[in-house]
């Protein structure tokens, strides 16, 4: 039956027409064919089988390949583009340091890389100290040196006359003078005689006798601008930092709004003239200098006229440091000031002397010379910071009695402030403020 099925479908279309009848030839012909392609059939159907059997599921196929290189492959369509992204989203991302090995160079033996420089962390801004706390650091070395020798001297001792002798000596000894010493002994023996007394009886009780001597010299330097410029004559022995006062006070002046003009008759040195320069420059003040050696007396003549036809408000003139011990370098400070005098008789209006805390009991011998020579009326104490011998200014201020306008603590330009009488006794004391 199935031979009969194979024989109709392979002698579909090729029946003979009708009305003719087969030959012997044909039959024979007929069945060869049949014999034939049903072997080859049978052949082809095994085969495929066995390929279904054996074979590997079907594979997709792969995309052709364009005809052209030069032209660009087709986009993915959006499914793939999402595919793509979703597996770059799952792997995980590489680092910075993976990133840095993957691009170092491999080196050879005994070479390294060089680690790459730490990157700038921002500082933490710096608070800035008030003006007590600067004074109290600058006076460190007085306070500790005064009060440590204090209080060994009260460990497990009263008030006696023994004890009241050996703190004077102290105080003498710390520059604050004999004066201010018998001041501080007395008070401390009404108060505490016979008793227990500890160090810091004996610091509130000096601190509060340095104050009352400091008291009535703690002035602000007065300018009378009616009579314009007010002429401040800075003098002073070499290394007392004159130059640098005159810059710091020209600042606050000229930061006041007011006209300032700088004159430097330093003429001895040049480094001195140049630093006024650069002063006058700093601070917008109007400079006057001269040739290195010319006569100080002519520049303040001739800086005192430019002055008042500019209308500066204050005119400062730097001098040549002198020691208080010659007289013949002495005698041309009196020139300067017979010189202005004869321009304006009130001239110089303040004669300011510049001191150096650091030099102890000299610095009230150059007081007294320099007073007497040029008329000093008003003081500046510089170099308190770093110095054990800061007391001098009371012992000055005790004998003296002159105004003391300005102290400075440091090189900067905001080192110098007015002199407070109860910060520096306290200070000085190792009180609290």
Not at 51 to 76: F, H, N, V, Y
Request: net charge negative.
């Amino acid at each position: 039956m199935a031979l009969g099925f194979i024989k109709k479908v392979f002698t579909f279309g090729k029946d003979k027409p009708s009305g003719s009848a087969p030959t012997e030839h044909d039959a024979s012909a007929s069945d060869e064919t049949l014999h034939q392609t049903g072997e080859d059939q049978a052949v082809a159907d095994l085969t495929s089988e066995d390929k279904a059997k054996t074979s590997p599921p079907e594979q997709e196929e792969a995309p052709p390949l364009p005809a052209d290189r030069d032209e660009a492959p087709e986009a993915p369509s959006d499914t793939e583009a999402k595919a793509e992204q979703e597996d770059a989203e799952a792997m995980p991302p590489v680092g910075e340091k993976e990133q840095a090995s993957l691009a170092e160079p491999a080196l050879p033996k005994g070479f390294a890389l060089g680690t790459a420089a730490p990157e700038d962390v921002p500082e933490e801004p710096v608070q800035k100290l008030s003006w007590f706390q600067r004074l109290r650091a600058g006076l460190f070395r007085t306070s500790s040196q005064l009060t440590g020798q204090i209080t060994a001297l009260f460990t497990k001792r009263k008030l006696d006359e023994d004890t009241l002798q050996d703190l004077e000596d102290l105080l003498i000894q710390a520059d604050l003078g004999v004066e201010t010493a018998m001041r501080i002994t007395d008070t401390l023996s009404s108060e505490r005689y016979g008793k227990d007394v500890t160090g810091e009886d004996v610091a509130r009780i000096m601190a509060s006798e340095i104050t009352k001597v400091l008291k009535p010299v703690a002035r602000p330097l007065e300018l009378d601008l009616s009579h314009k410029p007010h002429v401040i004559l800075v003098v002073g022995v070499n290394g007392t930092g004159k130059t640098t006062t005159i810059g710091k006070l020209a600042a606050k002046l000229s930061g006041s709004g007011l006209k300032v003009m700088l004159a430097a008759g330093d003429t001895f040195r040049a480094a001195a003239i140049e630093q006024l320069k650069i002063w006058a420059d700093r601070t917008g003040s109007t400079f006057v200098g001269t040739k290195l050696g010319a006569d100080a007396a002519g520049l303040a003549y001739d800086a005192f006229e430019r002055a008042k036809a500019e209308s500066s408000d204050v005119l400062i003139i730097d001098t040549a440091g002198r020691l208080q011990n010659k007289t013949e370098l002495m005698a041309e400070l009196e020139k300067i000031v017979r010189v202005l005098g004869k321009l304006d008789p009130d001239a110089p209006h303040t004669v300011l002397q510049t001191l150096d805390a650091t030099t102890g009991q000299n610095a009230m011998a150059q007081v007294e010379i320099f007073r007497n020579v040029a008329g000093v009326n008003g003081l500046v104490m510089t170099k308190l910071d770093g110095t054990a011998r800061g007391g001098i200014l009371v012992a000055i201020a005790a004998r003296h009695k002159l105004p003391v306008y300005f102290i400075g603590v440091g090189e900067g330009i905001d080192d110098l402030e007015p002199f407070e009488a109860d910060d520096f006794a306290k200070a000085i004391a190792g009180v609290n403020a």
